[in-house]
């Protein structure tokens, strides 16, 4: 490998050893960079790779908050500003028990080369907090989004920093944490947040977009291979936001969801998830009553739970990781190559370890379609709720779909083609880390030395 490269990485390896995730990220990143590296030695002069893994700004903050009982609770939350070089800082926020340093560094790392991927004017950035929300009431959430906005509030803008929900957060968080906002700042400024409601600038499509944006790459990929989506099988995991929209969406074009996941177990059912409209919006059901299990779908719709077990043994066309990182190892990579599925597509952010990885993509009959380019739909659809705000506008739902639809054939379109630009043929995975590194790369060295 190239010798900056390696050396780059390495050094990550050995300064970050307490952060695996971010770590496993930035070699899978830069990992498909050598050919890049090699035609431009002007970025090795410019150190520009770590100056790419050294956030621009990343802070902590104590959130305190008081549960029903009248007991205080003090929690850690985080925002990174990882690089602003294209576009003010965008990404989500998780609440989630796990969220540490190297999770949020992970997040944000990624968010910046999936932000330059859609073409759009956003740089990358991510935050969040340990605080766990399951068993919280109304009022605890509430209490809890506010405290964190208290905190967070000086620090991010509509041309600044631009946060939306993640696991943990959905629109009724964006909402406190938005309210919160308005309190303080004294005005209406609801281009600081997206995934707001649509009675105060949220955008039509922004809860299905992840979901739809997935499906729609999954399209070109098919097209690739002169192949439909009408009748083909899906093994997804997770039922949250991103696995509803996917529901959604295959639902209408005739494919089938077979399996769900949840920290408990997962389910399969033979008829598909998508088989009517009550199973699909019962992942809704599911995701509010805030249990965080799946085998309430098994218990309503008498299908089989797997307790304690992942879906990748299932036969299906398409296998989607949708929950959460590291959804997928080296082990279950080997089922799936035993199963002779064809499609992997990552959906959730990193679902696959590194190794996992390399040997699904060293498989000769198997096309692998990396998350940071499936995934993008969401804030892609998130820009697109900032250009609304910004014209204070309102699209209907056929505009920002159509625009969604566009914007994931051009991350498909400039995958292909950077890859093939390199000399690494069709390999969906490097041309999607190579496109995205291009504009930062390119904006970096405009901006001077920083
Ligand atoms: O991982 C992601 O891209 C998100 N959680 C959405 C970020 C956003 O700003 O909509």
């Given at each position: 490998?190239n010798?900056?490269?390696?050396?780059?990485?390495?050094?990550?390896?050995?300064?970050h050893?307490?952060?695996?995730?971010?770590?496993?990220?930035?070699?899978?990143?830069?990992?498909?960079?050598?050919?890049?590296?090699?035609?431009?030695?002007?970025?090795e002069?410019?150190?520009?790779l770590?100056?790419?893994?050294?956030?621009?700004?990343?802070?902590?903050?104590?959130?305190?908050?008081?549960?029903?009982?009248?007991?205080?609770?003090?929690?850690?939350?985080?925002?990174?500003?990882?690089?602003?070089?294209?576009?003010?800082y965008?990404?989500?926020?998780?609440?989630?028990?796990?969220?540490?340093?190297?999770?949020?560094?992970?997040?944000?790392?990624?968010q910046?080369?999936?932000?330059?991927?859609?073409?759009?004017?956003?740089?990358?950035?991510?935050?969040?907090?340990?605080?766990?929300?399951?068993?919280k009431?109304?009022?605890?959430?509430?209490?809890?989004c506010?405290?964190?906005?208290?905190?967070?509030y000086?620090?991010?803008?509509p041309d600044v920093?631009v946060?939306?929900g993640?696991?943990?957060?959905?629109?009724?968080?964006i909402?406190?944490?938005?309210?919160?906002?308005?309190r303080?700042?004294?005005?209406?400024?609801?281009?600081?947040?997206?995934?707001?409601?649509?009675?105060?600038?949220?955008?039509?499509?922004?809860?299905?977009?992840?979901g739809?944006?997935?499906v729609?790459y999954?399209?070109?990929?098919?097209?690739?291979e002169?192949?439909?989506?009408?009748?083909?099988?899906?093994?997804?995991s997770?039922?949250?936001?991103?696995?509803?929209?996917?529901?959604?969406?295959?639902?209408?074009?005739?494919?089938?969801?077979?399996?769900?996941?949840?920290?408990?177990?997962?389910?399969?059912?033979?008829?598909?998830?998508?088989?009517?409209?009550?199973?699909?919006?019962?992942?809704?059901v599911?995701?509010?009553?805030?249990?965080?299990?799946?085998?309430?779908?098994?218990?309503?719709f008498?299908?089989?739970?797997?307790?304690?077990?992942?879906?990748?043994?299932?036969?299906?066309?398409f296998?989607?990781?949708?929950?959460?990182?590291?959804?997928?190892?080296?082990e279950q990579?080997?089922?799936?190559?035993q199963?002779?599925?064809?499609?992997?597509i990552?959906v959730?952010?990193?679902?696959?370890?590194n190794?996992?990885?390399?040997?699904?993509?060293g498989?000769p009959?198997?096309?692998?379609?990396?998350?940071?380019?499936?995934n993008?739909?969401?804030?892609?659809?998130?820009?697109?709720?900032m250009?609304?705000?910004?014209?204070?506008?309102?699209?209907?739902?056929?505009?920002v779909?159509?625009r969604?639809?566009?914007?994931?054939?051009?991350?498909?379109?400039?995958?292909?083609?950077?890859?093939?630009r390199?000399?690494?043929?069709?390999?969906?995975?490097?041309?999607?880390?190579?496109?995205?590194?291009?504009?930062?790369?390119?904006?970096?060295m405009?901006q001077?030395?920083?």
């Amino acid at each position: 490998m190239n010798a900056y490269l390696s050396n780059v990485i390495e050094r990550v390896n050995r300064d970050h050893a307490t952060e695996p995730e971010f770590c496993q990220t930035v070699e899978e990143v830069f990992s498909s960079l050598e050919p890049v590296i090699e035609q431009h030695p002007e970025y090795e002069k410019a150190d520009l790779l770590n100056r790419m893994v050294e956030p621009e700004r990343m802070f902590t903050f104590r959130v305190v908050w008081t549960d029903d009982q009248g007991a205080v609770h003090t929690n850690t939350g985080y925002r990174v500003q990882f690089n602003g070089s294209i576009g003010p800082y965008k990404g989500g926020l998780r609440f989630q028990r796990n969220v540490n340093p190297s999770i949020i560094k992970f997040l944000g790392f990624e968010q910046c080369f999936k932000n330059s991927l859609t073409s759009l004017p956003i740089g990358g950035g991510k935050g969040g907090s340990d605080f766990d929300p399951a068993g919280k009431s109304e009022a605890e959430i509430m209490r809890f989004c506010q405290s964190y906005m208290q905190a967070l509030y000086r620090y991010i803008g509509p041309d600044v920093d631009v946060p939306a929900g993640d696991m943990g957060v959905g629109g009724r968080e964006i909402g406190y944490l938005f309210g919160e906002y308005r309190r303080l700042k004294g005005c209406f400024e609801n281009g600081v947040l997206t995934g707001k409601d649509l009675s105060f600038g949220g955008s039509l499509i922004r809860p299905e977009a992840t979901g739809y944006g997935a499906v729609y790459y999954l399209q070109c990929v098919l097209a690739h291979e002169g192949e439909d989506i009408a009748g083909k099988t899906i093994a997804c995991s997770g039922f949250g936001n991103v696995t509803w929209g996917i529901c959604k969406k295959a639902r209408e074009l005739g494919a089938k969801v077979l399996t769900l996941s949840g920290p408990d177990g997962y389910i399969y059912d033979p008829d598909g998830v998508t088989s009517s409209d009550e199973k699909v919006e019962y992942l809704r059901v599911m995701r509010a009553s805030g249990h965080d299990r799946v085998k309430d779908y098994a218990d309503k719709f008498g299908v089989d739970y797997y307790p304690g077990k992942k879906p990748w043994g299932v036969k299906a066309d398409f296998i989607m990781p949708s929950a959460v990182q590291n959804d997928v190892d080296r082990e279950q990579a080997k089922r799936i190559a035993q199963n002779h599925i064809k499609y992997y597509i990552e959906v959730a952010n990193m679902p696959t370890t590194n190794d996992a990885l390399a040997y699904l993509m060293g498989q000769p009959d198997m096309i692998v379609a990396p998350s940071k380019a499936v995934n993008a739909g969401g804030v892609s659809v998130s820009c697109l709720e900032m250009s609304q705000n910004s014209e204070h506008i309102f699209w209907s739902e056929e505009e920002v779909d159509q625009r969604l639809h566009e914007i994931m054939v051009k991350i498909y379109n400039s995958s292909v083609e950077a890859s093939e630009r390199y000399g690494l043929g069709y390999n969906l995975v490097a041309g999607a880390n190579i496109a995205g590194f291009e504009r930062i790369a390119r904006a970096m060295m405009a901006q001077g030395i920083f």
